[in-house]
């Protein structure tokens, strides 16, 4: 391990940007630039030449992205200036520099249909604005470098930030008795401690390429709803509804894929180990965040 090595995460107050500040500097890496949206605006192509030919880095952690999903159909531009020319921006500054790049991408590239879990090479016909974006900077990234990880995610839930875990203990907290919960939507969730710990696994190898990295484990969200509150030891009760059922509850919304299970032939290929399963991921961290 080249703790010297020259090091920039973008999104570095999101989720997992915070995960991988922290990982970094628990593995003694010395030159880590964290940066977010108040100290670079990944849309001012001016602005990322200067921080990434100035600084030529060795290796991008690129988190940083638009990810309000439902907004995104309303602000399609600033969706796409941030998720597709953003990351073209720092893919071409990456490639002058010859440095590596990890880009974090979602499931929500492919539209979710059948039940089997997607290969990483799969048809990407993603459904909304903030997936097709998403899979525009893929494209990007896979046209303009050669030093590339393309790591797929979903269900993200970390302790800095916004998440389904936070908002579920919150309903129940205020005194919800009873939440309905989605239960067609089928996936894995994706801690980000642990996934911070295989991006900087991968970081300095050269096994390039395209993966997917989730907890084990499938579940719908109203699966994951009741396991959150049997955990938390709360009495809440969860009332399974479909996706049509609920987009008739809150409208304007996204369309999201109802099947997100995502194949890891190719993280076994290379020699990544795996995450650990979903229900161990949640229990640690919710003693962490209760704790």
């Not at 490639?95 to 090479?121: M, N, P, R």
């Not at 050669?146 to 800095?160: C, E, L």
Request: glycine content about 6%; hydrophobic content about 35%; some cysteine.
């Amino acid at each position: 391990m080249n703790q010297n090595l020259k090091i920039i995460v973008t999104g570095a107050k999101g989720q997992l940007g915070y995960d991988c500040v922290r990982e970094l500097k628990e593995r003694g890496y010395k030159n880590v630039v964290a940066i977010d949206k108040d100290e670079l605006d990944i849309t001012i192509q001016n602005d990322v030449n200067r921080l990434i030919l100035e600084y030529k880095p060795d290796i991008i952690l690129h988190n940083a992205a638009w990810t309000a999903v439902d907004k995104a159909e309303e602000m399609k531009e600033e969706c796409y200036a941030v998720n597709a020319m953003g990351t073209k921006y720092i893919a071409e500054a990456c490639h002058k520099v010859g440095a590596k790049l990890i880009y974090i991408s979602t499931d929500y590239v492919f539209d979710g249909q059948g039940e089997k879990f997607f290969e990483t090479d799969d048809p990407k016909l993603g459904l909304s604005v903030y997936g097709k974006t998403k899979s525009i900077g893929e494209d990007f990234v896979t046209s303009i470098m050669k030093k590339y990880f393309i790591i797929r995610i979903s269900w993200v839930f970390g302790i800095n930030g916004n998440n389904f875990i936070k908002t579920m203990l919150k309903l129940s907290d205020s005194g919800k008795k009873e939440i309905f919960v989605v239960n067609d939507q089928i996936g894995s969730p994706t801690y980000t401690y642990d996934l911070s710990k295989l991006m900087c696994d991968m970081m300095e190898t050269d096994k390039y390429g395209i993966y997917h990295a989730t907890n084990e484990g499938i579940c719908s969200w109203a699966e994951l709803a009741c396991f959150i509150f049997k955990e938390s030891q709360r009495d809440t009760k969860v009332i399974p509804i479909t996706t049509e059922e609920y987009r008739k509850l809150v409208l304007n919304q996204a369309k999201r894929p109802l099947n997100s299970r995502l194949s890891k032939k190719s993280l076994d290929e290379a020699g990544f180990k795996r995450l650990p399963q979903w229900k161990e991921a949640v229990s640690e961290y919710l003693k962490r965040l209760l704790n």
